[in-house]
């Protein structure tokens, strides 16, 4: 049972005893890091198996409960006491002893991680004599013809090799030129046609677009060559010791090298203007592309040349002059960047796009200023350290302007897709908002949110996938990168507390996915189920505003509990701050409250023709804190829901749409009464709008000695439409008493 404990307790030691001599080995020292981190994977295995172990044992005991005091215990119980004891304090001493361990492991590993970055630094910022003095050549020249002699010797047997297998070198090489051939000529055929179908000048957005498309067609013949030619004479066992890692670093060397100047010829496009992301004329374009493909090719160069330095064992003295010369190289190259004016690019292309615009000292040697100063700031850099003796410092500033160039040239060539596909061009619509609009129909103030949400998390992705890249050519390891991305996204503990970045990301987007459905299931509710004839406005409204407030309560709930914040803990601050949401936020909870009332009992509904105070109107929405009222004169009233509720309302259409109007007629004492009257409700029957049960009624109120006062009293099926109809019985009324010769007068 304790094998396992004891195997992970000798590793431990092994590998504490193994780091004191390997202070200066830093391969080794990641190889050791290696076998900790196993012998910690291992030990968290064997405690989460052990643990459940000595739970049945201790619950085991509790079940024989407290050995009797008083009195002898059974011996068969004792027994099985003892044995259970013994078994409990062997898995507890080996769940200890495990955690011992795994304690002990992620201390090596801090000491690991120490001792390589002091390697690191060392090696980095050791001044050694400089290159220019006499002693270093000659120490060099010396030394040459053994060098020579050991790479014709290796080389020889690796021409010993290739000549027995030659036939298949050759096809291998031939394959790899008819695939690249094939590819590049399919390539360029499905970029003119891409290209053609553009009219006129392509704005900034459009060569973006196109870049972003361009750029990997472009790199895949080559890259897949690559690979072939790689994966061929693997296959036929041609890197063999002292080759392998040498073919490895060719390998890499080429596919940054098919990176960088694919990016660099997208983006200056020397052949085709229209197409150019940088706006400087063709010559520049040229120079430009050519001085970058030069620095691409001597850090491949000094790559290998080191490479091939440690697989047949170069002397120190030669590789610090190898490395000098490629430095020079690349500082020259970089001078020249710098000192080469930059011609603008003319013509109509000049103006297309505001992003275009040049320094307006564009033409000086050094313009523009922001660019040129930090080239030549890094080329007299790696020229002057490289000169007095920090080799090494100027070797890794040069390949950190390719390497860290590189990843940020494609990493930015990303986000202007992206921008492109997000951002609104010459006032048209996003590409990314022209699908939600035609594809879920969102109107254009939410695809902004949405475009904008979606633009930000690929920035973020962007960054969290370039980050690791750049920290890695920077000099940290895959192993320090990893275990700090493990602690980011999976959980870091600030006291109490435990952080994780990717579940609070998960939260996120959940939240972002349940509200994007909620407001789509909304819709289409509104456009086939509530958007039916016989279904009540109000009802409608409800049901919506009911959904809406559910979905968005139910993603906020699961998104704050995946994030891993417990629901618990905030309603007990919600407790502890209501207290305070009592007194200075008791007007919001009250119409917060004072709406949901409106929402459950109904007694005001959308559509309703209510009357409040001095104004009247038509609910047109009610939300959460106000109700919305389109008055008459088309103006929104907004009322708060606490004054609907604890107010006088006078709602006109609470139950149904009937309604009771009343016309008061005055005529002169020459009328008769029951004409009048037989008049009034004669004309009130023959509106069609006019309910037929109740009958209109005519009756004669009052009189004086000058007139008689009558009043017409009927039920109108839609009181909505009692102006319309008021009118239109008050025409009929005149033409009535016209012919019968009473002169009358309305109120």
């Known amino acids: 049972m304790t094998t396992p404990v004891e195997r992970l307790v000798k590793g431990i030691e092994s590998a504490e005893k193994s780091i004191q001599q390997l202070k200066e080995l830093e391969s080794e020292l990641q190889r050791l890091r290696t076998d900790v981190e196993e012998i910690i994977y291992d030990s968290t295995a064997t405690a989460e198996t052990l643990r459940p172990k000595l739970t049945e044992v201790k619950s085991q005991i509790e079940r024989l409960g407290p050995a009797p005091k008083d009195q002898p215990e059974a011996p068969a119980i004792a027994a099985e006491r003892a044995r259970l004891n013994t078994i409990a304090a062997a898995l507890d001493g080996a769940v200890k002893s495990v955690e011992l361990t795994w304690v002990r492991g992620k201390q090596m590993i801090d000491r690991i991680t120490v001792m390589r970055y002091q390697i690191f630094s060392r090696n980095l910022f050791e001044r050694r004599a400089s290159p220019l003095l006499p002693s270093l050549w000659h120490d060099v020249y010396e030394r040459l013809p053994s060098i020579t002699g050991r790479a014709q010797y290796y080389g020889a047997h690796w021409f010993e090799r290739s000549s027995r297998q030659w036939l298949a070198l050759i096809c291998v090489i031939a394959g790899t030129l008819v695939a690249a051939f094939l590819i590049g000529r399919v390539v360029d055929h499905w970029i003119e046609k891409k290209r053609a179908g553009f009219?006129?000048?392509?704005?900034?957005?459009?060569?973006?677009?196109?870049?972003?498309?361009?750029?990997?067609?472009?790199?895949?013949g080559p890259m897949i060559a690559a690979a072939i030619l790689y994966a061929g004479f693997d296959s036929l066992d041609m890197f063999f010791s002292p080759w392998e890692r040498l073919s490895e670093t060719v390998l890499w060397g080429v596919l940054i090298y098919i990176a960088g100047s694919g990016m660099a010829r997208v983006a200056l496009a020397p052949r085709h203007p229209e197409w150019r992301l940088i706006p400087v004329d063709d010559d520049t374009a040229s120079f430009i592309l050519t001085i970058v493909k030069a620095i691409l090719g001597v850090y491949i160069l000094d790559t290998v040349l080191v490479e091939f330095g440690r697989a047949i064992y170069v002397p120190l003295a030669?590789?610090?002059?190898?490395?000098?010369?490629?430095?020079?190289?690349t500082a020259g190259l970089l001078a020249l960047l710098a000192l080469k004016p930059f011609v603008a690019q003319t013509g109509p292309l000049r103006v297309v796009n505001h992003l275009d615009r040049v320094d307006a000292n564009a033409g000086k040697r050094l313009a523009p200023l922001s660019i040129k100063l930090p080239i030549l700031a890094l080329a007299i850099f790696i020229a002057g350290s490289s000169t007095v003796g920090y080799v090494a410092l100027g070797r890794y500033v040069a390949q950190q302007i390719v390497l860290?160039?590189?990843?940020?040239?494609?990493?930015?060539?990303?986000?202007l897709g992206v921008r492109a596909l997000t951002r609104?061009?010459?006032?048209?619509?996003?590409?990314?908002?022209?699908?939600?609009?035609?594809?879920?129909?969102?109107?254009?103030?939410r695809q902004s949110q949405i475009v904008k949400l979606c633009e930000a998390a690929v920035l973020l992705a962007l960054l969290f996938a370039a980050l690791p890249l750049l920290m890695m050519q920077w000099g940290f390891s895959g192993a320090d990168i990893r275990d700090w991305a493990?602690?980011?996204?999976?959980?870091?503990?600030?006291?109490q507390f435990r952080i994780s970045l990717i579940r609070i990301l998960i939260g996120i987007i959940l939240f972002i996915a349940l509200l994007f459905l909620t407001r789509i299931t909304q819709r289409w509710l509104r456009e086939h189920v509530l958007a039916q004839d016989r279904m009540d406005a109000g009802v409608a409204n409800s049901v919506d505003l009911a959904v809406g407030y559910v979905g968005v309560s139910v993603a906020v709930l699961m998104a704050v509990s995946y994030a891993g914040l417990d629901v618990t803990n905030l309603a007990i601050v919600a407790g502890a701050l209501s207290v305070g949401i009592g007194f200075g936020l008791q007007s919001v909870v009250n119409n917060f409250v004072s709406g949901l009332i409106l929402l459950a009992e109904r007694p005001i509904k959308v559509g309703d023709w209510i009357v409040v105070g001095d104004q009247q109107g038509n609910v047109r929405r009610i939300s959460v804190r106000s109700t919305e009222i389109e008055t008459f004169d088309r103006a929104s009233l907004i009322v708060p829901n606490s004054e609907l509720i604890s107010g006088r309302v006078l709602n006109w259409t609470h139950r149904n749409m009937l309604g009771r109007v009343v016309i008061k007629v005055s005529t002169d004492m020459k009328a008769s009464p029951k004409a009048v009257i037989e008049i009034l409700e004669q004309v009130a029957r023959r509106q069609p709008n006019v309910q037929e049960k109740p009958p209109p009624l005519a009756?004669?109120?009052?009189?004086?000695p000058d007139s008689l006062m009558f009043s017409l009293s009927f039920t109108l099926s839609n009181v909505n439409a009692g102006g319309r109809v008021k009118s239109e019985l008050h025409i009929a009324i005149l033409d009535a008493f016209r012919e019968a010769g009473i002169y009358a007068t309305l109120h």
Not at 318 to 329: P, R, Y
Not at 424 to 445: K, M, P, Q
């Open 199 to 220: 009219e006129g000048i392509p704005s900034f957005f459009d060569r973006i677009n196109q870049a972003a498309i361009v750029a990997p067609a472009r790199m895949l």
């Open 404 to 415: 860290t160039g590189t990843v940020l040239a494609i990493a930015g060539l990303i986000y």
């Open 424 to 445: 609104r061009r010459e006032g048209a619509n996003s590409a990314v908002g022209a699908f939600l609009e035609s594809r879920f129909g969102i109107e254009r103030t």
């Open 486 to 495: 493990k602690a980011l996204f999976f959980g870091f503990e600030i006291g």
């Open 699 to 704: 009756v004669l109120e009052t009189f004086t």
């Open 318 to 329: 030669v590789t610090v002059a190898q490395g000098f010369i490629t430095n020079l190289l």
